[in-house]
């Protein structure tokens, strides 16, 4: 059985806990390999690895750090297709899907190539006779970042680059349930000529996490993940003095207005409901129909739906791959019971939509009339199963999104622009599309969500991420005549 092991002052080291987990192959349903999961022990040894690193990397300069920024964007874009293939094996998400995680993770690479500039910081002259100011962003040391399963790529670039690119040595906790696409792109780091220990990969669960949290040579901690686990990486890293930023779930709503194109609306639903088997923090979970245009939009995205190809990630027909785990699966399909539907009318069950075999299939879903206050509605699924809701009016619709206790994405679908303006005002959420499904920040924007979609106070990538990863310091200087010199105890004043 394949083995995955950490990599650490730049090469594989095997793990020695004695612990390990099982990764598989969710389109057969079969164990694929086994991962090491790391001690307490083996996080400090990766962590003193790092600390070393840092101390020489800080000092490299921008134009050295940019030159091997630059390389490693044409190494991963070179290999981008060993990447998705590993992502697709281990997740399940179709080979074009798993192409499109890192073309977008090559942006931030992309972004983080500008480092001289994003690094500039300002200078005033002759703030007071003969003073003058500047201030520089300097790298915080080492710092960590833990990420989710769904996208095991995207989600580590969206940190790596800037972290890396600021100064700072990055290491890598990754989901231990698809540990492998970490591991390739630490061997292209290598093959950039970063230098050892800047970029390390230690696999692991609960243990490692906890240990990342209270080390005390780690200075910054960037999660994303399920909401519990981010307000738990939170609240204890922010307890341990560490700056941490920690992105959670997501129940994302498009509102469709009476006046919007039913065909484009019932297209973007299926593309953003059911892509990646759900399995996206930016994924439509909820329809808000707002008026009459419910009755057609329902028949316009069942008609889409039964002909989506589900099927296994590696074959080009497929549409919509499985889902990550046994486990997982059973969470999602039991969402389609009466109990969880609180009275919602199942229009498309994808338990009976799915492939044979034992690999983790359901086939998409569809409910309606669905209502508040049911277990479909209020919790994040994070699978195939999209629900509309019915509402009246322009009002409640933007009520039903602000009462909500996630707040990461939203969408709106009209030719209204003046609608469509006012919603950008009213919804109080982090990223918003105006006919566009999944509203992703390029990478020289942020990315954020808001209420229990994060914790922190700056969102992911782009300039907030630029902020994350360094501290300012402000530097006052004088160079006076000594000739000149006397004592004066009043305090400094610049006029
Ligand atoms: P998860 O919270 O289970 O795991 C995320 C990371 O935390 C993993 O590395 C995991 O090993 C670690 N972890 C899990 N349990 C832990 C514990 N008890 N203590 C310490 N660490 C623990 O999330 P997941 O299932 O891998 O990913 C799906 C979730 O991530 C969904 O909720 C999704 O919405 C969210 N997500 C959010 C964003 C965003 O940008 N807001 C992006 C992608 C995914």
Redesign the pocket.
Known sequence: MKRISHWIDGKVVPGNSGRTGPVYNPALGEQSAEVDLASAEEIDFAVASAKKAFSSWRAVGLSRRAEILFRMRELLDANRKEVAALVSSEHGKVLSDAEGEVARGLENLEFACGVPHLLKGAYSEQVSRGVDVHSVMQPLGVVAG??????PAM?PLWMMANAIACGNAFLL?????DPSASMLIAELWKRAGLPDGVFSVVH???VA??RILEHPDIAAVS?????P??R??YETGTHYGKRVQA????KNHMVVLPDADVGLAADAAVSAGYGSAGER?MAIAVIVAVGAIADPLVAAIEERVSKLKVGPGDDPSSEMGPLVTREHLQKVSSYLDAEALGGAQVVVDGRRHTPPGSGFFIGPSLVDHVRPGSRVYDD?I?GPVLSVLRVGTYAEAVELVNSNPYA?GVAIFTRDGGAARQFGVDAEVGMIGVNVPIPVPVSYYS?G?WRA??FGDTH?YGPDGIRFYTRSKVVTSRWPDPATSSIDLGFPQHR
Request: aromatic residues 12%.
């Open positions: 833990i990420t989710p399963f769904n996208f989600v906790k990754p989901s231990e349930k692991g669960d609960k996490v906890d999660f994303v993940g399920s909401t686990i981010a738990h990486i992105l959670g779930g997501a923090c994040e994070f990461n990315f969500g979609s994060l992911m």
